[in-house]
T-cell receptor, first 114, second 107 residues
Framework: DAGITQSPRHKVTETGTPVTLRCHQT?????MYWYRQDPGHGLRLIHYSYGVKDTDKGEVSDGYSVSRSKTEDFLLTLESATSSQTSVYFC?????????????FGDGTRLSIL | AQSVTQPDIHITVSEGASLELRCNYS??????LFWYVQSPGQGLQLLLKYFSGDTLVQGIKGFEAEFKRSQSSFNLRKPSVHWSDAAEYFCANDMRFGAGTRLTVKP
């Protein structure tokens, strides 16, 4: 299995508080991704990174920010959490987006915002 | 915009029966397509991928998928389903995922 660790695995917090989720990889892969998974929607891309300090938005980026200061770490921040951001969040990595490279996924973070 | 559609939200099959999960994509050029499987409480695991060449691709756990450009489809198949195949299955085109198909296996 790809070395991907998400932390925390579970978190309950209140509306309006900041939340940071961490993804750590030991594979030295260039690309890292954050998705959210909601019933009926599958996985939707929030942000992704194609290198240190290089990030781009996905289809559901509003309300989220990311940072990547080291190859191995990709942080997802909810500046002021809302109940609509209650979801399961997955981090993924891939060597490249070229020529059909698959993604490898972490085990997810279940986030509940009350 | 690109999209991936999985028309079946939930499918139930008997153990030992054959399985086909449907996936349709919209994309102009030859797409890069994937099938992933997710067991409860777990992340997604790659079953198989297609990006060029032979349109019938083999994956892990006895799964295969066929790319049909004329139908914009990439359906997943398995000739004989096992109880352990019960899970949720996602079709993906690069960073875009379908909504998933949940598979239930009857004894």
């Amino acid at each position: 299995d790809a070395g991907i660790t998400q932390s925390p695995r579970h978190k309950v917090t209140e509306t309006g508080t900041p939340v940071t989720l961490r993804c750590h990889q030991t594979e030295n892969h260039r690309y890292m991704y954050w998705y959210r998974q909601d019933p009926g929607h599958g996985l939707r891309l929030i942000h992704y990174s194609y290198g240190v300090k290089d990030t781009d938005k996905g289809e559901v980026s509003d309300g989220y920010s990311v940072s990547r200061s080291k190859t191995e770490d990709f942080l997802l921040t909810l500046e002021s959490a809302t109940s609509s951001q209650t979801s399961v969040y997955f981090c993924a990595i891939s060597e490249s987006t070229l020529v059909g490279q698959p993604q490898h996924f972490g085990d997810g973070t279940r986030l509940s915002i009350l | 915009a690109q999209s991936v559609t999985q028309p079946d939200i939930h499918i139930t099959v008997s153990e030992g029966a054959s399985l086909e999960l449907r996936c349709n994509y919209s994309y102009g050029a030859t797409p890069y397509l994937f099938w992933y499987v997710q067991s409860p409480g777990q992340g997604l695991q790659l079953l198989l991928k297609y990006f060029s060449g032979d349109t019938l691709v083999q994956g892990i756990k006895g799964f295969e998928a066929e790319f049909k450009r004329s139908q914009s489809s990439f359906n997943l198949r398995k000739p004989s389903v096992h109880w352990s195949d019960a899970a949720e299955y996602f079709c993906a085109n690069d960073m875009r995922f379908g909504a998933g198909t949940r598979l239930t296996v009857k004894p």
